[in-house]
């Protein structure tokens, strides 16, 4: 059986309150629907408030629901929700014979929150959120290192001490005077996507505009990206969990949006590091259990390398000495390279991305990746591949060279040091020429520059 998509989704709707994303299942010929959503509003992240407030509604109405969707789960059909910093966002999976039956029922719901919940269950899913919270700062070191690095690349993201400090003192009126406003105003972007028809997939977009009678929204969230200026900025801080004898480091090498060019690059020397970097970190030298390279996104186009290393034997400042002592030879690994091992290489990147969707839900998770990023390229891994195809030794060695290379004028690197207790006397030492102490972060973003928003795309051409 054919698994490649015989054509990508269309849109079927397109009003200020909400955007339709419709694609029939014609490759795996089942009788499954997967309904993709984001209710897209400001309120749900404009202050460490809000947050709280948007994480209370959501497990509030994950408690009220739970009757209706276990039964829902024993008849083949599944349902999800969660705030992130966008919205609501929501799935519903299944059998697609009564699958709208499922959305009406968690939509109807959605509009009665603030009505349903009582204040002995408020307190029980504060408290609940709350432990959530405090849990996160026992968490492991290199959790902590992604959220530092979150920290100073999103220009707005609440601390988790700000979000403490911000539930602790929230009310019941507080949460039914939030309630009642949070889905006012909101835009919802949604992909129906399997064995349904237009008009079926039209009127599960009518289920979400009849029950929540949305409002257009004024502004649309803003994801903004610090655009790192200095060569090497370095944020340190102790860990979080004084019982915990690891550090960590994580790095960024900044490099900005992405044209498919640029990105198809950026994926084959992630590839082409990912093995060299564990073999030598993490079996030679041994610095840690965990070491991990990758690409690292920031908002919905800017991408890094990120290499990372825990270690309970070393501190943070050597491990980062140790990274960049790979890369200076990890660019000798590449000029040695075959050309046979290097059209492997290729191949190897281009297949991957190539690779065809083991089930519905794959291709869906790809559809919807890219409408909420709002870029709509549909057949991004396909041209992606292509970009690849077309690479040469001498254009990797020059990106390498740009932004990865010590003293390149066009480096951008990010160093987020984490350090374990018993090393805290290091903090201090080998300091980078911008380090931003865990008290000056809020001053670092509002100075730094901030990457342009990627441009609107324009999907008239897009509808069916």
């Given at each position: 059986?054919k698994t ?13 309150t ?6 029939p299942?014609?490759v795996?010929?089942?009788p ?19 947050s709280?407030?948007a994480?209370?509604f ?8 739970n ?59 504060k408290?609940k ?5 405090q ?19 999103e ?6 001490h ?5 539930l602790?003192?929230?009310t019941y ?21 399997g ?10 977009a009518s289920?979400f ?35 915990n ?5 994580g ?12 990105n198809a ?22 610095l ?7 690409v ?19 501190d943070?400042?050597y491990?980062?000495q ?11 690994h590449?000029?040695?390279l075959s050309?046979d ?9 281009a297949?991957?991305l190539l ?33 690849v ?18 003293k390149?004028?066009?480096r951008?690197?990010l160093?987020v040091q ?22 000056e ?12 928003l ?11």
């Amino acid at each position: 059986k054919k698994t490649t998509p015989k054509d990508e989704p269309r849109m079927l709707l397109d009003t200020p309150t909400c955007r339709l994303w419709y694609k029939p299942d014609n490759v795996f010929d089942m009788p499954k629907v997967n309904l993709m959503a984001q209710l897209i509003t400001t309120t749900v992240y404009d202050s460490p408030i809000s947050s709280c407030l948007a994480s209370l509604f959501v497990t509030c109405l994950e408690e009220h629901s739970n009757e209706f969707t276990y039964l829902a789960t024993t008849a083949g059909l599944h349902c999800s929700f969660f705030a992130d910093r966008s919205g609501i966002e929501m799935q519903v999976t299944g059998y697609s014979h009564k699958a709208h039956v499922l959305l009406q029922r968690i939509v109807n719901m959605i509009a009665k929150v603030s009505d349903l919940t009582t204040e002995e269950l408020f307190n029980r899913v504060k408290d609940k959120i709350m432990k959530q919270f405090q849990n996160f700062l026992v968490s492991q070191p290199y959790q902590h290192a992604i959220y530092g690095l979150d920290m100073c690349l999103e220009a707005c993201k609440w601390s988790m001490h700000d979000k403490i400090q911000a539930l602790e003192p929230l009310t019941y009126n507080d949460f039914v005077a939030y309630a009642t406003r949070f889905l006012d105003r909101v835009r919802i972007e949604l992909l129906v996507h399997g064995n349904v028809t237009p008009d079926q997939a039209k009127m599960m977009a009518s289920i979400f505009t009849d029950g929540l009678k949305p409002k257009e929204l004024f502004l649309s969230p803003e994801l903004r990206v610090t655009r790192l200026e200095n060569e090497e900025t370095t944020h340190r801080f102790a860990e979080f969990n004084p019982n915990n004898s690891n550090s960590c480091v994580g790095i960024v090498y900044q490099m900005g949006p992405m044209d498919l060019p640029t990105n198809a690059t950026l994926s084959l020397l992630n590839h082409l590091i990912k093995e060299p970097a564990f073999n030598v970190l993490r079996t030679e030298e041994q610095l840690g259990y965990i070491v991990h390279s990758g690409v690292k996104t920031s908002g919905h186009d800017v991408k890094g390398l990120f290499i990372l290393i825990q270690s309970d034997g070393h501190d943070p400042i050597y491990l980062d000495q140790r990274i960049e002592a790979f890369l200076k030879n990890f660019r000798s690994h590449i000029v040695g390279l075959s050309e046979d091992a290097f059209a492997a290489n290729i191949k190897a990147v281009a297949q991957l991305l190539l690779e065809k969707n083991k089930n519905l839900g794959e291709e869906s998770y790809k559809y919807w990746n890219v409408i909420s990023n709002q870029t709509y390229i549909f057949r991004k891994y396909e041209m992606l591949a292509k970009e690849v195809k077309g690479l040469t030794k001498s254009k990797v060695l020059q990106f390498f060279d740009k932004y990865v290379l010590e003293k390149s004028p066009h480096r951008r690197k990010l160093s987020v040091q984490v350090f374990a207790h018993k090393v805290l006397g290091r903090m201090k030492e080998d300091m980078a020429p911008v380090t931003v102490a865990e008290d000056e972060l809020k001053e670092f973003k509002r100075t730094t520059a901030l990457y342009p928003l990627p441009k609107e795309v324009n999907v008239e051409k897009l509808a069916i």
